[in-house]
């Protein structure tokens, strides 16, 4: 009978037709999960076809193993900054910064930085960082690493290797001590670089404050992060941004790079702590500290 | 034989009905029919927690290592700078203090005005010029808008920036008291202030509790040649927890 708005096949078919939406809707969601065609969310993984073009990045497998994909462009160009920096004996360098600081609502706020990197290669590094939000100074003279929070009045000092890159491996592993971009401090920078890019990707030439740059684009597991080089002259970088693709709202780190010295001479002293009176002597977590 | 007449029209509706959620679900993102990112997902909708680049974003910059300080709850011992985040206790203590749990919750709101208050007075102490007071007490205000209009936890309620009234604000500040401000004061200059005083805990501390400013009135001091700070039968060691200084209730 025919009393109801809907019959029993009509009622059939609209369940099938759901059905099959809601299948191939969730296939096309396991597809984003997994970069198997889905398309891709967020502003780093912007692109829907698997042949990537230009300005295009299409996110990797989720897989750790994959295979690094990274345009022959994007090689040369990363090592011929790698080249360019680590084969400085000394390097000065200014970076103007902005970070975003994700508030529990989900509100995204942007607050600036800068920061001031001195390095004398292979075991010397000084920087000056100051915030909207607090500051920082680190001292490193090939045998102590010693840090500064002159808004708390504390500071910190440990044993560190002898050179740049050992000391890096060793506060991060052991003190959690991330050091920003510390990618350009490296005296074996290309190593470091390419052991975590999952995919880079040459998007263009592009500005930066009026300069041409090469611009390059890269997948990581943690980040996403993109770096403009000088297209001619020297290939120094000129800017970074970074996307921490995996936290809430996807905060991003932005450097914009000016005051590039190279092989100047750098007093001892730079790289000797210079504490104010009256601060206080803190110790690093430990990790067994941590773990409690 | 009397009822055959309407067939047409049901028809038609289902037909209607069936092409409608077709079009609908396949026209929206996949990400948006399975709640998944889009405004509710990575905006002002998310309930989750809030994410500093270590406080005072030195432990960004870089792709390979994230130090982030996460501020979503009580149960993350050593996340810093958020308040709500700070009075996590190792499990042996916070057995037993029921108490004192109520107590945390009851003063997270006061200890984040604390916070802006002691951030905007560390400022002040190595501020280098006029121009950065007027930054951050702006930005600061700005972080405190949002807690009347997004619903934030941040305690702020209504204050001002800009101009001479930031310097006064900053001024304020020294005396370990925090202020917010509506959003439409950024746009406003002159706005009613209001300031709240702060209260240190009124009980020692249990051993291991982080925190990420000192009390108000806590005073410096050393115990067997270690730099500690001391406030209401509690010592306080300064520890960096990777780049930022948090504060550890330690029996010294």
Request: contains cysteine.
């Amino acid at each position: 009978m025919r009393n109801g708005p809907l019959s029993i096949p009509t009622f059939q078919l609209i369940l099938f037709v759901l059905l099959l939406a809601t299948e191939y809707t969730c296939s096309q969601a396991r597809g984003d999960a997994t970069g198997s065609g889905g398309q891709a969310s967020g502003p780093s993984a912007a692109a829907a076809s698997p042949e990537p073009s230009p300005g295009n990045i299409v996110s990797p497998a989720a897989s750790t193993n994959a295979v690094p994909v990274i345009d022959a462009q994007v090689r040369k160009v990363l090592d011929n900054v790698c080249h360019e920096l680590s084969s400085a004996g000394t390097l000065t360098y200014h970076a103007e910064i902005t970070f975003d600081s994700v508030l529990p609502s989900g509100v995204k706020l942007q607050y600036a930085a800068a920061m001031d990197t001195a390095i004398k290669r292979p075991d010397h590094l000084a920087i000056n960082y100051k915030s909207d939000l607090g500051a920082k100074a680190i001292w490193y003279d090939g045998k102590t690493l010693t840090v500064y929070d002159p808004a708390h009045r504390a500071y910190a000092s440990v044993a560190a290797p002898d050179s740049i890159d050992a000391m890096f491996r060793q506060v991060a592993d052991e003190k959690n001590l991330s050091i920003p971009l510390e990618g350009f401090d490296f005296n074996d920078e290309c190593g470091r670089a390419y052991r975590d890019i999952q995919r880079g990707k040459y998007v263009g030439v592009n500005d930066v404050n009026g300069v041409d740059c090469d611009h390059l684009g890269f997948i990581q597991q943690e980040a996403d992060w993109q770096l403009w080089v000088n297209h001619s002259g020297k290939p120094l970088p000129q800017k970074i941004v970074i996307t921490y693709k995996n936290l809430p709202a996807q905060p991003q780190w932005t450097a914009v790079f000016s005051n590039w010295r190279f092989n100047q001479n750098l007093a001892a002293s730079l790289f000797q702590p210079k504490l104010p009176k009256g601060v206080v002597q803190a110790s690093f977590m430990g990790l067994e500290e941590k773990k409690q | 034989m009397i009822n055959r007449k309407p067939t047409a029209l049901p028809r038609m509706t289902a037909t209607g009905m069936t092409i409608l959620a077709v079009i609908g679900l396949l026209s929206m993102p996949a990400y948006a029919r399975f709640g998944r990112g889009g405004f509710g997902g990575g905006g002002f909708g998310r309930g989750g927690g809030g994410f500093r680049m270590g406080g005072d974003g030195f432990a960004g910059g870089n792709p390979s290592h994230t130090a982030w300080s996460q501020h979503s709850g009580y149960s993350s011992r050593y996340s810093s700078y958020h308040p709500s985040a700070q009075y996590g206790t190792t499990p042996h203590q916070s057995a037993s203090n029921a108490n004192q749990t109520r107590y945390n919750e009851a003063q997270s709101m006061n200890q984040t005005r604390y916070s802006e208050a002691q951030s905007m007075q560390n400022k002040h102490y190595q501020s280098q010029s006029a121009l950065s007071h007027q930054q951050y007490n702006q930005a600061s205000n700005l972080q405190s808008n949002s807690s009347g209009h997004w619903g934030d936890p941040y305690g702020g309620c209504c204050g001002s920036s800009g101009g001479s009234t930031a310097g006064a604000a900053a001024v304020g500040m020294m005396g370990g008291m925090a202020m917010g401000a509506t959003m439409e004061s950024a746009v406003t200059p002159r706005q009613p202030t209001t300031v709240v005083e702060n209260v240190a805990p009124s009980a020692p501390m249990p051993y291991g509790t982080t925190l990420p400013y000192l009390p108000p009135g806590a005073t410096p001091t050393q115990v067997n040649g270690m730099d500690c700070y001391y406030s209401n039968g509690t010592y306080y060691r300064p520890v960096f927890n990777g780049s930022q200084v948090v504060y550890v209730a330690s029996p010294m």
